[in-house]
């Protein structure tokens, strides 16, 4: 492996490390607008560190919901995570307890994507290592630099961050809907297929219900179709 590889790679998983976790900030802000503290936000960041699960937690507790809900909605986004590391421990091969424990940890979309999209299995472990470093010390840091500046705002600037969690999810979010984004396609329809279901459940449900249905929902039609065998051709024969 050559010394420009492994420094392209390097530079590829710390240019997203820091881009993903200036996030942090706005989970930061999110939190204090759901009522959480500076600590509590910061010790979700720390020992949660999934994004898209730390903002629905807020977000279901920001709208009313119960901590039930929150913590439902968090764990049935977070499931994907599972699936991600099945398919990284044949590559990164963690032995031990403590190293298994914090490879997991670090298993997330960024880190599952660049340790998949390296051209080796050497270069994949080096990225995953330095995606998930970059990303969790970046995250945390900026969680709380979010966590403190939103604290220190006025009554008025305190109502508008209610539109921090959507903001933020559309950012996440949006870039998966563009026509250069493999399977955008399918990404637009389960968006949409999502959405509608939140929607049209929210006069009916309590705060943070909607969200785990429209998860369940998306879940539920992303699953894999069993197909039948086909018969062989003529040519198979």
């Known amino acids: ?38 600590w509590q936000a910061v010790s979700l960041s720390a020992l949660m560190f999934t994004g898209a699960s730390q903002f629905a937690l807020v977000g279901v507790l920001g709208a009313g919901g119960s901590a039930l809900a929150a913590v439902g909605s968090a764990l049935l986004l977070g499931t994907r ?19 298994k424990v914090g490879t997991a940890h670090w298993v997330i979309d960024e880190t599952t994507a660049m340790a998949l999209a390296a051209p080796n299995p050497v270069l994949g472990r080096l990225a995953f290592l330095v995606t998930g470093a970059s990303i969790y010390l970046m995250w945390n840091a900026m969680t709380l630099v979010g966590a403190l ?13 209610d539109a921090v969690v959507p903001a933020a999810f559309l950012a996440l979010l949006w870039p998966r809907l563009r026509r250069t984004f493999p ?5 637009r329809r389960v968006a949409v297929g999502g959405a509608v279901v939140a929607l049209a459940l929210t006069p009916f449900v309590p705060a943070g219900v909607q969200v785990i249905a429209a ?5 539920l039609a992303g699953r894999p179709r069993t197909v039948g065998t086909p018969a062989p051709s003529e040519e198979q024969a």
């Open 81 to 99: 995570n599972t699936v991600y590391g099945v398919r990284l421990v044949p590559l990164l091969r963690p032995r031990g307890v403590v190293r």
């Open 1 to 38: 492996m050559s010394s420009p590889e492994r420094s392209a790679t390097v530079r590829d998983s710390l240019g997203l490390g820091l881009a993903v976790g200036l996030y942090g900030a706005a989970f930061g802000a999110a939190a204090d607008a759901a009522g959480l503290s500076v």
């Open 215 to 219: 998860v369940v929902a998306v879940a």
């Open 149 to 161: 500046g939103a604290a220190g705002l006025g009554g008025t600037a305190r109502a508008a961050l």
């Open 183 to 187: 399977e955008a396609a399918t990404q």
